[in-house]
């Protein structure tokens, strides 16, 4: 059974630093795309950051710059670093697998390409 399990959400001031993880397991996940997304109250979920089964990484464009998305070696653990956070940052984030992994999925930033998601942590920043 996929199991996506979202950690280290927590309120946060304004310019510091927060990384929120994702342990994953029930699949492989080196032959899974996995991403980043968010959603704020009243929004859309939108995407973050994407990394495939060879490791390289995208970004939304919105996104690029302050966050980043790794994995561990065994690739069982995906985090997502957020620096200078600020308050427009706060939103519940969701971590994501996608079986069928290919570029154009990464690179559509679409979360309607990914099957497998997290319950979600939140994030809260505050000025």
């Known amino acids: 059974q996929v199991q996506l399990v979202e950690s280290g959400g927590g309120s946060v001031q304004a310019g510091g630093s927060l990384r929120v993880s994702c342990a994953v397991s029930?699949?492989?996940?080196?032959?899974?795309?996995m991403g980043w997304f968010r959603q704020a109250p009243g929004k859309e979920r939108e995407a973050v950051a994407a990394i495939d089964r060879d490791g390289r990484t995208s970004y939304a464009a919105s996104m690029k710059g302050r966050f980043t998305i790794s994995q561990d070696n065994a690739k069982r653990n995906l985090y997502l670093q957020i620096q200078n956070p600020k308050p427009e940052d706060t939103a519940m984030y969701y971590c994501a697998a996608e079986p069928q992994c290919a570029r154009p999925i990464i690179e559509s930033f679409s979360p309607h390409q990914y099957k497998h998601w997290g319950r979600g942590t939140q994030v809260t920043v505050s000025s």
């Open positions: 029930g699949f492989t996940p080196s032959l899974y795309c």
